[in-house]
């Protein structure tokens, strides 16, 4: 899916957190302390934090975390367990795909990365994180949730109006830390509308965190909170995903601590370049993804002829990739033909398709909390004209050297330069544009015909990671998206008449290794013979 033009952190930021992030030997030794805290030193911790009492739960089981079969209710949570699902998680399976010890460690680094930051001003820290609330069409009937997926990415809870707080212990230097969640109490009322709930038992066994709170106790640890010296707050105060908690936040602990003269930082830069970094088993979630979504566009380029309406593809590519396992498409899809392929974010999706046009889709699923994002596109009747040919070729031809160019040290800004002056070249190939310009100049008109970035950043979210620079270092473990395009519109009375009316769109999802770059979309045809001989089944 085609981003806007954006760069927001440089490659210094990156490389620094990217060190410190991929520290095995740091990100071990914290793990190992945070397993041999002595037990009673931990109660008396939460002793003078003053916890305990009605609804409150602390475990100070953190050596056994691998073990999270036998610390589970024996009854559904609101979301899939072991116990519940046995078909999708294994026992040390937290989320499918990602276990309770990876959760642990997602929170250890960020602790460590707040403490290490330029921007900590003291030795105390608290990260504040919350959950999405609900959203609703009309009275009562709600949206399908999706969770924040920063909130997500440190807890595993699926639960909306919930938030976390990881804190420094007193004594004890970072990263170790405290994790408390705030959830839903249990209600029988409600969870007769809504299902069930974890309730701060449920959460607390199942989640790994060292101790959870109902939500309405979280005013009073906030208040607390504010109290402290010397606290560095990091809290995304200006992109809240759950308006009456962050009005909580905001009234409870960033005022009071601004009049305290308390550090505030944003959290989302340093989570984002935590997430950017894709460890193996989130590698394998988006390669699953990515196949899932790639095998779903090719039952809809089987399915299409002339005369089909754009509504009956975007259903069977719905279907395709729900029965696949897929809980949601990762946005709405963009499934344009002919003309309407050069709007490039066009989702109305009701057209059909006449003989002779082209149609771009533009999709993918979230599978398990990870998104993939594809495009291609094809003639609805199996044969692509020569025009169609000529223009869509040399899209290919890009693409693959701009995937080429995906390897360690790279940026996107570079790839992103390269596909331009590739493409102002082909626009002269094909008398689109005039000859005799300088590359800077085809830079320029290119820009013109392809509006959009060659790539993003994909993982939990479409375009992710916003705060991280497409200027950065391509890294081990980070995955883009390469999706170089040709819109010409049907009004372009520059372009020879025979290309009027062409929008094309190639896009695949490329891993980077140390090896170089893997595509996990290969499984979607993009070669002109292969479309072809599909549309022939």
Known sequence: ????????????????????????????????????????????????????????????????????????????????????????????????????????????????????????????????VLAADKKYMTDGIPYPFRQSTNFLYLTGFQEPDSALILETVPGKALPEHKATLFVQQRDPEKELWDGPRAGTEGALQFLGIHESKPIGELNETLHCLAKKDELTVWYDIFKPCNRKLHEEVYTHLIQPCRTRGHSINTLENTLDLQRVIKSPAEGKLMKASASIAAKSIQEVIKLSHPGVNESILFAKLDHSCRVQGAEFLAYPPVIAGGNRANTLHYISNNQVVLDNELVLMDAGCEFHGYASDIT?????????????????????DIQKQCIEMCKVGRTLDQVYYYMLVGLGRRLQQMGIVQSGHEEWQLCKI??????????????????????????????????????????IPETDTNAPAKFRGIGIRIEDDVLITSAGSQVLSQECPKEISDIEELMKR
């Open 376 to 396: 291609r596109t094809w003639p609805i009747n199996g044969h692509f004209t020569q025009p169609q040919a000529e223009v869509y070729q040399a899209i290919l």
């Open 1 to 128: 899916m085609p981003t806007r033009l954006n760069s927001r952190l440089g490659m210094s930021a990156l490389s620094g957190i990217c060190r410190a992030a991929k520290s095995s030997s740091t990100n071990k030794a914290a793990l190992m302390e945070l397993k041999s805290i002595n037990v009673n030193h931990v109660k008396n911790t939460f002793a003078r934090f003053g916890h305990g009492g009605t609804g409150r739960r602390f475990s100070t089981n953190f050596g056994h975390l691998s073990q999270q079969d036998n610390l589970l209710p024996k009854r559904y949570l609101g979301q899939p367990t072991s116990f519940t699902h046995p078909h999708l998680l294994k026992t040390d399976e937290l989320t499918p795909g990602i276990t309770l010890q990876e959760y642990l460690s997602r929170r250890t680094r960020i602790m460590s990365a707040v403490g290490s930051s330029f921007n900590a001003t003291s030795s105390n820290h608290a990260v504040v």
């Open 446 to 487: 290119a820009k013109q015909y392809c509006p959009h970035h060659v790539g993003h950043y994909l993982g939990m979210d479409t375009h992710d990671t916003g705060c991280v620079s497409r200027n950065s270092p391509l890294q081990p473990g980070m995955v883009v998206t390469i999706e170089p395009g040709l819109y």
